[in-house]
């Protein structure tokens, strides 16, 4: 199990641009799918990306349509989230999550057993 510490959220206007950070020293990410999730105020959990483990691709979720970009450096044992064009829309605790065989697939939160604490972004003019 990979111990994440987040950062990289705050308040950004809309057209902003945001670099989430997600660092699990010591780990070797290449043995993991790593994907990003993100929960608005009264919203279910909606998920965002999924690099796939052994450098295998990353598939991102329909709604992203480009503004997302995720990322992994193995050298730092940190993975990235890139979001560019901020929207209201895009308020959320953002959460960084892997496990060494829930595959990219379904993308469904239950299958990923390591979780970071969350970042919150906040989109606001």
């Known amino acids: 199990q990979l111990h994440f510490v987040e950062s990289g959220g705050g308040l950004v206007q809309p057209g902003g641009s945001l670099r989430l950070s997600c660092a699990a020293p010591g780990s070797n990410l290449d043995d993991y799918d790593i994907g990003w999730f993100r929960q608005a105020p009264g919203k279910e959990r909606e998920a965002i990306s999924c690099?796939?483990?052994?450098?295998?691709?990353?598939v991102y979720a329909a709604f992203v349509k480009g503004r997302f970009t995720a990322s992994r450096d193995n050298a730092k044992s940190t993975v990235y989230l890139e979001i560019d064009d901020l929207k209201l829309e895009d308020t959320a605790i953002y959460y960084c999550?892997?496990?060494?065989?829930?595959?990219?697939?379904?993308?469904?939160?239950?299958?990923?057993?390591?979780w970071g604490q969350g970042t919150q972004v906040t989109v606001s003019s």
């Open positions: 690099i796939m483990k052994k450098r295998l691709g990353t």
């Open positions: 999550v892997a496990d060494r065989f829930a595959g990219c697939r379904t993308m469904d939160h239950r299958a990923y057993t390591s």
